[in-house]
């Protein structure tokens, strides 16, 4: 198991690699400079973790988690203001709506949240933060089709392959703290497995001429 997880985690890097080669060659990393930071982000954690395993120690992880966690927020924030910029009263109406999703769900992370998670409650807490993250994406999404509001196709990608991606890493760090950390090598392949099928989703749209 831990050499099929390890195969995953080869294959999924190799998809950052050519997705980070489509944003710069088919110039798109502009529509979403926050998703270009978090696939930047995953890549050289990737090459890291691979190539030096045991300095991934749990204290790491919480890092990576964090700054994911603080793009997938940014990510919600920018897509608004550049979807619906150009739209006067639709902004308006946005940016209350988005505003409120923002501040409601930090509200609740911070106070829900410690400080200072330790590893082993980490399945307790991250659910919720990520949850919150989902639900600011999906605002966006769902906004985008009430006002019909033309996006280029690799920003509706984003939004396409992330928010699926996010209900199955939620489900999977569920699990882990219903089951215990005993379980994670089992659940981790799932999340790898959804975790490859965004990335090479993301490949294909970010070559895809648009």
């Given at each position: 198991?831990?050499?099929?997880?390890?195969?995953?985690?080869?294959?999924?890097?190799?998809?950052?690699?050519?997705?980070?080669?489509?944003?710069?060659?088919?110039?798109?990393?502009?529509?979403?400079?926050?998703?270009?930071?978090?696939?930047?982000?995953?890549?050289?954690?990737?090459?890291?973790?691979?190539?030096?395993?045991?300095?991934?120690?749990?204290?790491?992880?919480?890092?990576?988690?964090?700054?994911?966690?603080?793009?997938?927020?940014?990510?919600?924030?920018?897509?608004?203001?550049?979807?619906?910029?150009?739209?006067?009263?639709?902004?308006d109406r946005v940016r209350v709506i988005l505003s409120v999703a923002v501040v409601a769900s930090t509200t609740i992370v911070f106070f829900l949240t410690p400080s200072e998670i330790p590893y082993s409650?980490?399945?307790?807490?991250?659910?919720?933060?990520?949850?919150?993250?989902?639900?600011?994406?999906?605002?966006?999404?769902?906004?985008?089709?009430?006002?019909?509001?033309?996006?280029?196709?690799?920003?509706?990608?984003?939004?396409?392959?992330?928010?699926?991606?996010?209900?199955?890493?939620?489900?999977?760090?569920?699990?882990?703290?219903?089951?215990?950390?005993?379980?994670?090598?089992?659940?981790?392949?799932?999340?790898?497995?959804?975790?490859?099928?965004?990335?090479?989703?993301?490949?294909?749209?970010?070559?895809?001429?648009?």
């Amino acid at each position: 198991m831990q050499a099929f997880h390890r195969s995953l985690a080869v294959v999924g890097l190799l998809l950052l690699v050519a997705l980070f080669g489509g944003l710069l060659g088919r110039r798109k990393a502009s529509q979403c400079l926050t998703f270009s930071a978090y696939i930047t982000v995953a890549m050289v954690s990737g090459f890291l973790i691979l190539g030096f395993p045991r300095a991934y120690t749990p204290q790491a992880f919480m890092v990576k988690q964090g700054i994911y966690d603080a793009l997938l927020f940014g990510m919600a924030i920018e897509l608004s203001v550049k979807v619906f910029g150009a739209f006067k009263g639709v902004a308006d109406r946005v940016r209350v709506i988005l505003s409120v999703a923002v501040v409601a769900s930090t509200t609740i992370v911070f106070f829900l949240t410690p400080s200072e998670i330790p590893y082993s409650d980490l399945a307790r807490y991250q659910p919720g933060i990520t949850t919150a993250g989902i639900w600011c994406l999906a605002f966006v999404a769902l906004l985008i089709v009430w006002y019909q509001i033309p996006v280029p196709a690799f920003t509706r990608s984003i939004l396409l392959g992330y928010v699926p991606y996010l209900v199955v890493f939620v489900v999977c760090t569920d699990f882990i703290g219903r089951l215990g950390w005993g379980a994670i090598r089992e659940i981790n392949v799932a999340n790898a497995l959804a975790y490859d099928s965004v990335a090479g989703y993301w490949t294909y749209a970010a070559w895809r001429k648009d």
